[in-house]
């Protein structure tokens, strides 16, 4: 069984940005998917983009296109996201989640315990 | 991008009842490539369902899934206290990955 453990709940301001982490262990890092979805309050879940480490060209969801940045480093066995232009609809727990297959953007098993990030002036 | 619509938002029933949950897509879901999700309040979902009708590691037999192309059913057979959440299906035949906006499952 794969872990996955997340950075701690962020506060930000409108406008500014934030990093999440996603640190995987008791499985193979680099060929599985590291995908993120989030939730904000009172809403359902949205897939945000993914990506898999050995081939380290991301998949990003349209409607984050130029404001979010995923990254992996393989050394590390850790993924990141990166969220900027952040306004109050950015509120929301993220979670990483790591694909059931390896080299494929499909369903997740495998789920960090979620990244609580406030924006608020 | 595949929109899925689930049917009802909101289901009332109670312990030991059938529950059936609805997924719609907007356009055919290639190769079955749809999943069911559980999620409860403070808890990161769980996958229940994948490639329509297999079951995740671990779920009970009391979860099934069916369906093909646009149409898709999870169903509950005996609901257990536990199973009171929310559930999203969601779609990954395609990119951009895309849920469904869930069907609320409430004691009645």
């Known amino acids: 069984q794969v872990q996955l453990v997340q950075s701690g709940a962020e506060v930000r301001r409108p406008g500014s940005s934030v990093k999440v982490s996603c640190e995987a262990s008791?499985?193979?890092?680099?060929?599985?998917?590291i995908n993120w979805v989030r939730q904000a309050p009172g809403q359902g879940l949205e897939w945000m983009g993914g990506?898999?480490?050995?081939?380290?060209?991301?998949n990003y969801a349209q409607s984050f296109k130029g404001r979010v940045t995923i990254t992996a480093d393989k050394s590390t066995n850790t993924a990141y996201m990166y969220l900027s232009s952040l306004r109050s609809e950015d509120t929301a727990v993220y979670y990483c989640?790591?694909?059931?297959?390896?080299?494929?953007?499909?369903?997740?098993?495998?789920w960090g315990q979620g990244t609580l990030v406030t924006v608020s002036s | 991008e595949i929109v899925l619509t689930q049917s009802p938002g909101t289901l009332s029933l109670s312990p030991g009842d059938r529950a059936t949950l609805s997924c719609r897509a907007s356009?055919?879901?290639?190769?079955?490539?749809l999943a069911w999700y559980q999620k409860k309040p403070g808890q990161a979902p769980r996958l229940l369902i994948y490639?329509?009708?297999s079951r995740a590691s671990g779920v009970p037999d009391r979860f099934s899934g069916g369906g093909s192309r646009t149409d898709y059913t999870l169903t509950i057979s005996r609901l257990e206290p536990e199973d009171f959440a929310m559930y999203y299906c969601?779609?990954?035949?395609?990119?951009?990955?895309?849920f469904g906006p869930g069907t609320k499952l409430e004691i009645k």
């Open positions: 356009q055919s879901v290639s190769s079955g490539y």
């Open positions: 990506i898999i480490p050995s081939v380290a060209v991301p």
């Open positions: 969601q779609q990954y035949g395609r990119s951009p990955l895309t």
């Open positions: 989640a790591r694909d059931r297959i390896p080299y494929d953007y499909g369903c997740w098993e495998d």
């Open positions: 008791g499985g193979t890092f680099s060929s599985y998917a």
């Open positions: 490639g329509a009708s």
